[in-house]
Structures are given as structure tokens and as C-alpha cells.
Antibody
Framework: EVQLVESGGGLVQPGGSLRLSCAASRFTFSGYEMNWVRQPPGKGLEWVSY????????YYADSVKGRFTISRDNAKNSLYLQMNSLRAEDTAVYYC????????????WGQGTMVTVSS | DIQMTQSPSSLSASVGDRVTITCRASQNINNYLNWYHQKPGKAPKLLIY???SLQSGVPSRFSGSGSGTDFTLTISSLQPEDFATYYC?????????FGGGTKVQI
């Protein structure tokens, strides 16, 4: 079964850093664009970042630009999100999601990892 | 940024009902409109992509229509497993924005 599994979430103080990972399995990871999407507790979905299959094209939501960095290692079938200067409003479940080619509909999602920013 | 407005924000329905949810984009999104549903504590699931294409494995009671800025998700006969929150999303350009969600409840 095609699968994405996130890890790396946890409790961090405001201003701190965290690195999320997403491990892909049972599909050709290097052939797909990938994304991070987050969901604050009890609220809706917010797209965070996109990376092309080769890693050469990257986009961010304005709310995280300059603080978060998306990257990937196709040899390790892994996607990453480095989160710096964390704020209380970054508290959310973070999902990695695969894009349907040329459509950017998110067809495969991980189970999510919770990030809590609090002192 | 493209704003996505869903309506209604919630609705009550019964098993067997026909349900319609609408989504309006603040500008033309060239049919790059996707629909998801999400159950509590679970990841969203893709139902429809590019306005009207049914994702593999999704029951045919789900259908999508619309073009330009106005789109509709229809569930022809609501089933117990369909009680969830539904989101639209535009993927025409970044940031890939979502609608606020429609909670379908009994």
C-alpha cells in the first residue's frame, strides 16, 4: 500500500526549532511533487509548502516564508520541513501530502504529526 | 491570493438524502478545483480533482461540477460513512488555498 509516515512533531517553546520528516513507501517518490499542509486544532486546512519532484522548485505560504524550509532526499524517499522561529500560531497537525501529477490535488496523505508551540 | 468560499458551513441531512455543497473562488481557477472529506482524527481524503474527475476508489455517488469560479460537490444518496467535513481546494496557483469547510452531520 502506498504510504506516507510523518515524524518529528512535539512540544517546543516559542522561538524554537523543529524538523519534521515524512517517509514515503511503495511508490516512486522521486517522480512526485510533494507538499506540507497543516491544521490547527479544531480549524481548517492550510497549505504550507510545495516542492517539485527534483527539488528545484519550491513555494511557501506567506505565513511561513523565511522561517520554514522544505527539502527532500529522493535517495532516502524522504521529505522534510525545517521549522525555525516557531510561534504559537504554528501549533497544528502537520501532514505531508503527495500531488497528483500536473494537477496538485493531494491524493495521498500521511497520518499527521502534532506540533505544539507553547512555553 | 485566491480566496475560496464554501457554503453552507454546516448542514444536517439524513441517510439517503441528496446533498450539495458549493465553493466559489475569488477569480478564475481554470477548473483546478479539488474536493476532500475528513473524519475526526483522520487525514483528509481526495474525492474529486479538476472539478469533475472522480478519484480512484471513490464511490460514484460523489460527483463534481462547475467551471471558472463556481463549483459544486454533490452526494447523490448520503451514506452513514459520508458524515464528515468537506473541503474544496484550488490548485491553479500557489498558495493552494482551501475553503473553510462544510460539516455534514445527522
Amino acid at each position: 500500500e502506498v504510504q506516507l509516515v510523518e515524524s518529528g512533531g512535539g512540544l517546543v517553546q516559542p522561538g524554537g526549532s523543529l524538523r519534521l520528516s515524512c517517509a514515503a513507501s511503495r511508490f516512486t517518490f522521486s517522480g512526485y511533487e510533494m507538499n506540507w499542509v497543516r491544521q490547527p486544532p479544531g480549524k481548517g486546512l492550510e497549505w504550507v509548502s510545495y516542492i517539485s519532484s527534483s527539488g528545484t522548485t519550491i513555494y511557501y505560504a506567506d505565513s511561513v516564508k523565511g522561517r520554514f524550509t522544505i527539502s527532500r532526499d529522493n535517495a532516502k524517499n524522504s521529505l522534510y520541513l525545517q521549522m525555525n522561529s516557531l510561534r504559537a500560531e504554528d501549533t497544528a497537525v502537520y501532514y505531508c501530502a503527495r500531488s497528483l501529477p500536473a494537477r496538485n490535488a493531494f491524493d495521498i496523505w500521511g497520518q499527521g504529526t502534532m506540533v505544539t508551540v507553547s512555553s | 491570493d485566491i480566496q475560496m468560499t464554501q457554503s453552507p458551513s454546516s448542514l444536517s441531512a439524513s441517510v439517503g438524502d441528496r446533498v450539495t455543497i458549493t465553493c466559489r473562488a475569488s477569480q478564475n481557477i481554470n477548473n483546478y478545483l479539488n474536493w476532500y472529506h475528513q473524519k475526526p482524527g483522520k487525514a483528509p481524503k481526495l474525492l474529486i480533482y479538476t472539478a469533475s474527475s472522480l478519484q480512484s476508489g471513490v464511490p460514484s455517488r460523489f460527483s463534481g461540477s462547475g467551471s471558472g469560479t463556481d463549483f459544486t460537490l454533490t452526494i447523490s444518496s448520503l451514506q452513514p460513512e459520508d458524515f464528515a467535513t468537506y473541503y474544496c481546494q484550488q490548485s491553479d496557483r500557489t498558495p493552494f488555498t482551501f475553503g473553510g469547510g462544510t460539516k455534514v452531520q445527522i
